[in-house]
């Protein structure tokens, strides 16, 4: 007996999965001739039974549906407890269950005794008012990384005092972000799914997921993992969407590790003793992390020395470093917004949220028409070859680019990150491809960009 599981890609034999318990019942009743055997043909059973033979509600029944639907199954029987959630798929007729008597019923012709499920009822839920960018005090240069993390689907990474404004960043970053297409809408609840994390009577999300683990977060929970079949962990929930890590230094190691391979491949691969399953994870990672362990407003304060920096900023290997495409440096906060006013007397007013999402979702659409035929909708998703091989840059720009490879300043990798934030640059400003500006901006971000502008190599920050 199969049973439609785990990820929207794959049909998994799940033999422990007590969601198969009614097509277990369901067929055994089929042999003893209790049941016509026809009538189970082209149809997918999911429910758990109880003693009493009641259906109850189990984990996964979007992505079953999902699954089933492509693999052109018309019919399926569900708990009536996921009716909701089954709505959310349309082309297939969806019928509900309370008790097994009912789906007995239904297979020997009585088909009013099952609830008609109308597929596509699907409501789109935006999660609620967004947070506001304008409520960030002056950091300038982080607002910027932000924005060209958002308009290119980059990683970013925020070193700064207690206080500074990296948690209002990262939050305020899903605000900037396109809302959610039906289709990945789809991807984000079947992975809720999954986890046991869907709401039985919550509509389709409109606005990308944001996740933000606690630092004591176990390798399962984050990645995924678990007995049995592995369930979804944080970076599958966080799937077209932020993840947020908090306090990076103070994560295990071995935990942020495991974030290697999803971030290179958008999705995970979990190895069990029941099979093994792929869930998406295509997210955005935005970390951030305080100077040194004891964290002063003020950098001359700090009582730290330089082996304890060194040891406290090492949790973060060379190799996850390398995969961050912008680093920005916050100073503590020295003034704060009153009655709407501008914290210091000469600086502008911020822009609001509405302002920089327009130029993001702009940059986005350049980027998602210059990659169309190939699939990708972002340019952090672009090969490093296949941007080299797109447009040829301007001398000067390739040279800033190879000084810095031939150096040792950045590696190919680096070297390929940077030049994919550079198109986004580029794209930010309305231009068919980066200029010198550009890169230079880009280069700037792949070390740590301070409040005045300047570069640090990456080195100097994180040894």
């Not at 995924?224 to 979804?232: E, N, V």
Request: charge should be neutral.
């Amino acid at each position: 007996m199969c049973c439609i599981a785990a990820d929207t890609e794959s049909v998994t034999e799940h033999r422990n999965d007590p969601g198969i318990d009614l097509a277990l019942a369901c067929s055994v009743l089929a042999a003893a001739r209790a049941v016509p055997v026809a009538s189970l043909r082209g149809v997918v059973l999911l429910g758990e039974l109880a003693l009493d033979g009641r259906v109850r509600g189990v984990r996964g029944v979007l992505p079953a549906l999902l699954a089933a639907r492509r693999l052109g199954v018309e019919r399926a029987v569900v708990p009536a407890a996921a009716a909701v959630e089954a709505g959310l798929v349309d082309g297939l007729e969806v019928l509900g269950a309370e008790h097994l008597s009912d789906v007995l019923a239904w297979l020997r012709g009585d088909h009013g005794r099952l609830l008609t499920v109308r597929g596509g009822a699907a409501r789109r839920q935006g999660g609620g008012p967004r947070e506001d960018l304008a409520d960030v005090v002056g950091q300038l240069a982080a607002r910027r990384a932000v924005e060209v993390a958002a308009a290119g689907g980059h990683h970013l990474l925020m070193v700064g005092p207690p206080g500074s404004g990296k948690t209002m960043l990262a939050r305020r970053m899903t605000g900037l972000l396109p809302d959610l297409d039906v289709d990945s809408a789809l991807q984000v609840a079947a992975v809720r799914s999954l986890a046991g994390a869907l709401d039985p009577q919550e509509a389709l999300p409109a606005a990308p997921p944001f996740v933000a683990p606690h630092h004591s977060v176990s390798s399962a929970a984050l990645v995924g993992g678990g007995s049995g079949l592995a369930r979804p962990g944080a970076v599958s929930l966080a799937h077209r969407g932020v993840l947020f890590l908090d306090e990076i230094y103070e994560f295990g190691p071995h935990v942020l590790e495991m974030l290697r391979t999803p971030l290179e491949d958008g999705e995970v691969r979990l190895a069990r003793t029941d099979g093994v399953v792929r869930y998406p994870a295509r997210f955005q990672l935005v970390m951030a992390a305080n100077p040194c362990p004891c964290a002063p407003p003020k950098p001359t304060d700090c009582t730290c020395s330089d082996l304890a920096k060194r040891r406290y900023t090492q949790r973060l290997s060379g190799p996850m470093v390398d995969r961050v495409d912008l680093r920005v440096t916050l100073r503590a906060v020295e003034a704060l917004s009153w009655d709407g006013r501008s914290a210091q007397p000469l600086e502008e007013v911020p822009e609001d949220t509405a302002a920089v999402r327009t130029r993001v979702l702009a940059a986005r659409a350049a980027a998602r028409e210059r990659w169309r035929d190939a699939g990708w909708r972002t340019n952090a998703e672009v090969p490093g070859p296949e941007l080299r091989r797109h447009g040829r840059l301007p001398r000067a720009a390739a040279e800033v680019l190879e000084r810095q490879l031939r150096t040792g300043a950045m590696t190919a990798r680096g070297v390929d990150r940077a030049l994919r934030v550079s198109w986004t640059v580029a794209d930010l400003r309305g231009a068919p491809g980066p200029e010198l500006p550009d890169v230079e901006e880009a280069v700037g971000f792949k070390g740590f960009v301070t409040e005045s502008g300047s570069g640090a190599a990456s080195g100097e920050e994180v040894a």
